[in-house]
């Protein structure tokens, strides 16, 4: 099949909708998973005798993921990291506890899901990191399926739930110190463009997969090399369960003998697979 046929071919998005394959997107998303060209090369390769018309973004995902899983584990567990954002499980609560570890990984002091008395109501807040000068308050809005966005409604009553808790100042102030406070909203999905207006507007910082620039979900985990154990390719999902189930949501934490190992019951020949993964995808990555 030659390039041109290659890049002419309608692939199915998630939301549904067709476009014009890119076979250049495909390449930069294959290195920034910190495959080395060689390795990019042959999933292209590979990848061109497969691909058809009317074919899913997803099933396009899976064969380059079980390509590189096949030619280099610790690849495909980083180019996997879109996927993982949503294989949390059913609740939020590993994803505020990922994100309370991204937080904490910036020097932050934190606590998870604190019931805070506002001017008005009490709200709980899903993760609360403070330093000497600031006080953050983060929503987290977990998303279970890809594809799915937070809209504008999302800001729009975060921030009003922010700002009942600043009209109670007893909260961040004291007799000899006052802190500046920030509305925070992560999600693992995407924000819609009004919910990025808004958010601009309203002064909350908005944290999504890809927004903002230089300061995504993606770039953040890219940059610091806290991976989620959802990556993994040497755990099932009925293990990774587990372990989410115990707040434990870093790779960083299986790259060496701990509780996690004992609550799993693993074989030592497993344990050592596990924990080499998790040390080879701790290495931060950069775009080459």
């Known amino acids: 099949m030659s390039k041109s046929i290659f890049n002419n071919l309608q692939i199915a998005k998630t939301s549904g909708q067709y476009e014009s ?153 004291t007799a000899h110190d006052t802190k500046s406070v920030q509305g925070w909203i992560a999600t693992n999905s995407r924000f819609s463009d009004d919910a990025m207006t808004y958010g601009r507007c309203a002064a909350l910082h908005l944290v999504s997969w890809n927004y903002p620039a230089g300061g995504s979900l993606r770039d953040i985990i890219d940059q610091s090399g806290l991976y989620p154990i959802t990556c993994l390719t040497t755990l099932n999902w009925h293990e990774k369960k587990q372990l989410l189930e115990k707040s434990i949501v870093l790779c960083k934490w299986l790259s060496k003998p701990g509780d996690w190992s004992e609550i799993l019951h693993l074989s030592d020949m497993r344990i050592r697979r596990v924990m080499e993964e998790a040390q080879s995808l701790c290495k931060p990555v950069h775009e080459k």
């Open 21 to 173: 394959f890119d076979e250049e997107k495909l390449r930069r998303s294959l290195r920034r998973s910190g495959a080395e060209d060689a390795v990019v090369n042959e999933v292209l390769q590979e990848l061109r005798g497969q691909l058809h018309d009317g074919m899913s973004t997803q099933t396009i995902y899976k064969r380059a993921f079980k390509m590189l899983k096949r030619l280099h584990r610790p690849t495909a567990g980083r180019y996997t990291l879109k996927q993982a954002m949503f294989d949390f499980g059913a609740t939020g609560f590993p994803f505020e506890d990922f994100f309370a570890e991204i937080m904490r990984s910036q020097g932050y002091q934190v606590k998870t899901r604190q019931l805070l008395p506002g001017a008005c109501i009490q709200h709980e807040v899903d993760v609360v990191a403070e330093s000497d000068e600031t006080i953050i308050w983060v929503e987290c809005k977990y998303h279970p399926m890809a594809g799915s966005v937070s809209n504008v409604k999302i800001p729009l009553y975060v921030h009003s739930r922010f700002r009942d808790l600043e009209n109670n100042r007893s909260l961040y102030t």
